[in-house]
């Protein structure tokens, strides 16, 4: 008998267990690690947060304290040479000055803040209101499945950008718009439309895990509804959901870009120790304005969004190959 | 039964026109000012004789006070009684939209419709899409073909980088670039004056590739895959085994079935693009729909707002329907 036992455990720990058990995290990480542009990606990303945490540290000047006597106006990037000296490149300012003598550089730097958390907060209100509605709607079914369900045929109908603009415009003066330099309405804004994405795949997942055994043998243990959704079908339906969200972050950079392009963004501030000073966007505008004089004004703020929504597009490409090893390239 | 399909959709277009006709109809008078508003303060009497001229003094919602008013003056015919509570802005609009009147454009001071306007505008953007939409199928299509059939090679990574950089770098940041790159390596000026946006001209080139850009390398990176899917079929293994030359094998064995992902894309990617125009035709300053809504919005044009959102949503709505339509059409499999 004893004999057998042992048997029995030598087997166990010579079939079983002589790879460690694998979870879906474990399993992930592995293959987006051999994934190099996504983990350049990933990289580029974390150095971006740091950047915008020790902005501060980072930034040679304040970005909104105009020192038009030293810094002059429009003066051009460091390599470039003028014949005027207040014109003229300087490496004290990398990037030139713009109309007011305000450091683009340092500008730049602070801008990486407002991109960042445009970006990943709406991304979280997204997913959170998306899983929630799929969830209910999924696990639910019947009519409050198909009334939530009509809900966000009619929200995806919405022609997202123009939602953005007149609810950008609807509120902008309102006390709402004015917290944050009018981050809040951004955030509020820019969740208005993607959750329904996240909402339809979610719901999708539990129609298909709901029938599962596993859920079955569950429920027949006797666990509670919440039990059964937190702990056997919230897990599998985050993969996708992971893979989605990447893709709502560079959505969300580029849609802010776009409003405060057209000047109904972040608010302009003259506040020296504002947080949230400008973003991309609204320095994309002002270069615009004045690219022959400072052509850097524009350029480097263009190729500061270029990069951040080609890195996200990396990590999620990366995470999708990841979690859908079968889905590649869709 | 697609026919029901269709019908059923297109019947599901009301409810969603009318949502959309709500939610912008709220928004738009959440916004502060109003479309009379000018830099010199408008004289009391003008301004409340335009109000009254184009009904914009009846509330905005119901309207309480006319039942009130009517109810005092011994009315009790319910029929009637509930047509002054439906004498609102928010009413009398849908009562337009059924009878397809847009209503008198505030801006132009209601000498033109908002129906006449789009009708006008059109054209303008209706020419910068399919410029667009070309660009990306003619230019698209082939690179992920060819990166496919050539996998691994050098012009596969060159379709993947052009492919990637073009999905994920906006299209109004390739579009500030290009005016910029053009204006000063070649002294082309993009932007173009109004009137050389009529008919046919090469003022169109620019946006429309900028534009295009985007859908292009999704169309480049969508063919590529599901063209590396097709390859490695039983079926294409027995085109070649039979003497097919390979000419034959790609066009008429490969490409007939990578492209049934792409037609299916095809939809929601024209009305992307539609939709997608009006920030290229601010950039690009083109007189089309895109740039009247900008337009509308600034100047708190009420009627001119809600036209263009509404052929936006029309358009997207549309295009959704393709998508669906297109997937029991084309793959058997899929049942609508």
């Known amino acids: 008998m004893a004999a057998t036992t042992a048997t029995a455990q030598a087997l166990d720990r010579d079939l079983l267990l002589r790879r460690p058990p694998r979870s879906l995290w474990s399993d992930a990480w592995r293959r987006f690690r051999k994934n190099r542009l996504a983990l350049i990606g990933l990289a580029y990303i974390f150095f971006l947060a740091v950047i915008a945490v020790a902005a501060p540290l980072v930034a040679p000047h304040n970005p909104v304290q105009s020192d038009v006597q030293h810094a002059g106006v429009f003066r051009q990037a460091a390599w470039i040479r003028d014949p005027n000296p207040m014109r003229t490149g300087s490496w004290e300012y990398p990037l030139g000055t713009d109309s007011v003598g305000r450091d683009v550089f340092s500008r730049l730097v602070y801008g990486t803040r407002v991109s960042l958390v445009v970006g990943f907060v709406p991304m979280v209100f997204t997913v959170s209101i998306g899983m929630l509605i799929g969830l209910v709607a999924g696990y639910a079914g019947g009519r409050v499945d198909n009334l939530l369900m009509r809900f966000t045929d009619v929200v995806y109908a919405f022609p997202d950008l123009l939602l953005f603009i007149i609810m950008q415009v609807a509120f902008q003066d309102a006390w709402i718009g004015k917290l944050l330099n009018g981050l809040v309405l951004l955030f509020i804004t820019l969740s208005l439309v993607s959750w329904v994405t996240v909402a339809r795949l979610v719901r999708g997942e539990v129609l298909a895990v709901k029938q599962k055994e596993f859920v079955e043998a569950a429920r027949a243990i006797g666990a509670s509804s919440v039990s059964v959704i937190l702990r056997h079908i919230v897990p599998n339906t985050l993969g996708p959901v992971i893979v989605v969200a990447a893709y709502i972050v560079p959505g969300a950079i580029i849609s802010e870009a776009i409003l405060s392009y057209l000047g109904i963004g972040i608010r302009p501030t003259v506040r020296l120790d504002a947080p949230f000073p400008t973003s991309w966007g609204s320095m994309i505008l002002e270069g615009s304005k004045a690219w022959e004089s400072q052509p850097w004004m524009l350029i480097a703020p263009t190729l500061a969004v270029a990069s951040i929504t080609l890195a996200f597009t990396f990590v999620g490409d990366g995470l999708r190959d990841a979690f859908d090893p079968r889905q590649a390239e869709r | 039964m697609l026919l029901a399909f269709v019908i059923r959709r297109i019947l599901w277009l009301i409810p969603v026109i009318v949502a959309v006709t709500t939610i912008t109809f709220f928004l738009m008078h959440q916004a502060p000012g109003g479309p009379w508003d000018r830099e010199k303060p408008v004289a009391a ?230 939709t997608g125009s009006f920030i290229i035709e601010t950039i690009f300053n083109v007189p089309g729909m895109g740039r009247e809504y900008v337009v509308a919005i600034a100047a708190r044009d009420y009627s001119m707002i809600m036209g263009t959102t509404l052929m936006y949503a029309l358009f997207v709505a549309l295009a959704n329907l393709w998508v669906d339509v297109m997937y029991g059409f084309l793959d058997p499999r899929i049942r609508v």
């Open chain 2, 45 to 274: 009497a003008t301004l409340k004789a335009l109000n009254q001229k184009f009904g914009l003094d009846k509330p905005v919602w119901v309207n309480v006070g006319e039942v009130r008013a009517r109810w005092q003056a011994g009315e009790r015919n319910p029929v009637r009684l509930l047509g002054a509570f439906l004498d609102s802005q928010y009413f009398r609009y849908l009562w337009g939209l059924v009878r397809l009147d847009l209503g008198p454009s505030y801006r132009s001071k209601g000498t033109e419709s908002v129906q006449s306007i789009l009708w006008r505008k059109f054209p303008t953007t209706a020419k910068v899409g399919p410029v667009a939409t070309a660009f990306a199928v003619v230019v698209g299509v082939p690179l992920g073909v060819l990166g496919a059939l050539k996998q691994n090679s050098w012009i596969d990574y060159v379709s993947l980088t052009v492919a990637t950089l073009g999905v994920s770098v906006p299209s109004f940041i390739i579009g500030v670039l290009v005016i910029i790159f053009l204006s000063q390596a070649f002294g082309i000026k993009p932007i173009r004056q109004p009137e050389e946006w009529r008919g046919f001209s090469t003022a169109y080139l620019a946006p429309g590739i900028v534009l295009g850009l985007g859908t292009m390398s999704y169309l480049t990176r969508l063919t590529r895959s599901s063209m590396l899917e097709v390859i490695r079929q039983d079926y294409v293994r027995t085109a070649r085994a039979k003497g097919l030359s390979e000419f034959q094998v790609v066009t008429r064995h490969m490409l007939r079935n990578a492209l049934i992902a792409v037609i299916t894309v095809l939809g929601p990617a024209v009305a992307a693009l539609v």
